[in-house]
């Protein structure tokens, strides 16, 4: 293969040859502008797309293991629970009232007599009603904690809050104001 004397070549073939290379550029430069740019603009688009999608499925996975643990840990709860009301008797409003006698006459026991009671609203939960009795009750301090440990062993579920002490009346009588709690199993 020669060398090509462009200098020597008539003007026609020069022609043609420019022409070839204008329409090759034009060409070139319309399919780039007009077909590969759009192309590559789209393809940036999608690949940003699925990027974003890809770490939304990811945060979604991450979701469903955390929902999957709260989904097992309020299944063990909800057994828990259902243990737990298995072995919370069923309390009707006569047993109720007999707690109640029980408890004025272990009061009683310890020199505490009861002056005032009142029934307050029932609280009511998923697996429990909570009772609570307010009480005025007057009698030695020893008497009244004595009569709430008393009540505390005895099978029936009792609670006390709320035990506040007034100033002393004499040397053995102590006015106080106690809220028992007594619960049953809701239905």
């Known amino acids: 293969m020669g ?57 979604a996975r991450g979701q ?34 007999n707690a109640i006698v029980t408890m004025e006459i272990l009061m009683g026991k310890y020199g505490v007599t009861v002056e005032n009671m009142t029934v307050a609203a029932p609280k009511k939960t998923e697996s429990y009603v909570e009772l609570p009795i307010n009480m005025s009750v007057r009698g030695p301090f020893q008497g009244i904690a004595s009569s709430i440990a008393a009540l505390a062993l005895q099978p029936r579920l009792y609670n006390f809050q709320d035990v506040s002490f007034a100033g002393p009346e004499s040397d ?14 809701s239905l």
Request: hydrophobic content about 50%; cysteine-free; proline content about 4%.
């Open 3 to 59: 060398n090509i004397d462009f200098a020597n070549l008539p003007k026609e073939v020069l022609q043609v040859v420019v022409l070839g290379l204008a329409l090759l550029g034009g060409g070139g430069w319309a399919y780039v502008t007009y077909r590969w740019s759009p192309l590559a603009d789209k393809i940036a688009a999608l690949h940003k797309r699925i990027d974003a999608n890809g770490k939304l499925i990811d945060g």
């Open 64 to 97: 469903q293991a955390d929902l999957q643990g709260t989904m097992k840990r309020l299944q063990e709860a909800q057994q828990e629970a259902a243990a737990a009301g298995a072995e919370f008797p069923l309390v009707s409003m006569r047993e109720n009232i």
């Open 172 to 185: 053995s009588v102590l006015p106080a104001k106690i809220t028992m709690l007594l619960y049953e199993r």
